[in-house]
């Protein structure tokens, strides 16, 4: 969902990541929800800086047919990011988020790039 008011954009998206077991190791993780929530402002036409926001919340995964208790993923994302339109059929967004509050889960940093060509 987005929404544009005025010189700010605010954008939302809920997902929900279903796991199917693996056989061979006889292990199912668990299904994950991913809140994802970025608010920008327009400082230049085609310009946008803002920060993204994003949780993730895993349920506990089944090792033989177990649940293992307190297995789940817990993981916050945070940082700014800048977007770009260069009017000239392309876009460029970028964004570095930190990791904290992690539980179950490797805790770094995230760097992307999205780089869009309209055809």
């Not at 954009?9 to 929900?16: D, G, K, R, V």
């Not at 693996?22 to 400082?43: C, Q």
């Not at 339109?85 to 760097?111: D, H, V």
Request: hydrophobic content about 35%; aromatic content about 16%; cysteine-free.
């Amino acid at each position: 969902m987005a929404k544009q008011l005025g010189k700010f954009n605010i954008e939302t998206s809920l997902f929900y990541n279903i796991f199917t077991k693996n056989t061979d190791a006889d292990i199912n993780e668990g299904n994950e929800t991913i809140l994802e929530i970025y608010v920008g402002y327009m400082i230049y036409p085609g310009v946008l800086a803002g920060g993204n926001f994003n949780a993730t919340f895993g349920e506990n995964k089944t090792v033989n047919g177990h649940k293992i208790h307190n297995s789940g993923i817990r993981r916050f994302q945070a940082g700014p990011s800048i977007y770009w339109n260069t009017g000239n059929k392309l876009s460029i967004t970028l964004s570095a988020l930190s990791e904290f509050g992690i539980r179950n889960t490797s805790q770094g940093y995230l760097f992307s790039g999205r780089f869009v060509w309209e055809f």
